[in-house]
C-alpha cells in the first residue's frame, strides 16, 4: 500500500480545518496510508524571514524518509490536473515509489535545500491559498485521485 505523507509548516489551528482534514484522511484509508506531519511555524519577526525559512526547511527535512519521491506545492510550478495527478501517482506506485511525501511550505515558502530536495513540483494555479486551506484542497485531490485510478463515482 502507498504512504503519503504531507508535510505542513504550522498547526491548524481552528477546529473547521482540522475537521475536513479528517474527513479526507478518513476517506482515504481504504487506498492509502496518509499521514499530516506538521513541523513549527517560526515568527519571522523575531528573527529575519531568511532565518525562519532555514529553521523551518531543516525541520520539513529533517521528517522527510531519505527513499521518499518528494512534490513540493509551489505557486509558480506546473499545474496538475486532478487526472494528471492520479497518473503521477499511478506512475509512481509502478515504479516502485511508494513513499510519496507533499511539501506545503509556511508563509514564506521554503528555502533552497527544500527546493533541492524536491523530486517534483505542484501548483494549484496562479491564485494564493491560505496554507490551511492549501492542506484540506491537497488531501482532497490526493482522495479524487485514488477515485479516478480506481474508476469509482466520486470524480467529474
Keep these: 500500500m502507498m504512504r503519503i505523507s504531507v508535510v505542513a509548516v504550522g498547526k491548524l489551528k481552528e477546529r473547521f480545518w482540522s ?3 479528517d474527513e479526507y484522511l478518513k476517506r482515504l484509508r481504504p487506498y ?3 499521514s499530516v506531519l506538521e ?3 517560526v515568527d519571522s519577526s523575531q528573527c529575519g524571514v531568511q532565518q525562519a525559512l532555514s529553521r523551518e526547511s531543516d525541520a520539513v527535512l529533517r521528517v522527510i524518509p531519505e527513499d ?12 496538475f490536473s486532478s487526472e ?4 503521477k501517482l499511478d506512475k509512481l506506485a509502478l515504479e516502485g ?22 523530486n517534483a513540483q505542484m501548483s494549484f494555479g496562479p491564485i494564493t491559498l491560505p496554507h490551511n486551506l492549501a492542506r ?18 466520486y470524480h467529474k
Excluded at 521518499?68 to 505557486?75: E, R
Excluded at 494528471?84 to 497518473?87: E, F, N, S, V
Excluded at 484540506?136 to 463515482?153: C, D, M, N, T
Aim: hydrophobic letters at 50%; proline letters at 3%; a positive charge.
Design 19 to 21: 475537521q475536513a482534514c
Design 32 to 34: 492509502a496510508n496518509v
Design 39 to 41: 513541523v513549527p511555524d
Design 68 to 79: 521518499a519521491f518528494v512534490i513540493l506545492l509551489a505557486i509558480r510550478a506546473k499545474e
Design 84 to 87: 494528471q495527478l492520479a497518473a
Design 97 to 118: 515509489r511508494s513513499n510519496v511525501v507533499f511539501v506545503i511550505g509556511g508563509s514564506h515558502g521554503v528555502d533552497s535545500t527544500v527546493i533541492a530536495r524536491a
Design 136 to 153: 484540506v484542497v491537497l488531501l482532497e485531490q490526493v482522495y479524487r485521485a485514488f477515485k479516478i485510478s480506481r474508476g469509482e463515482p
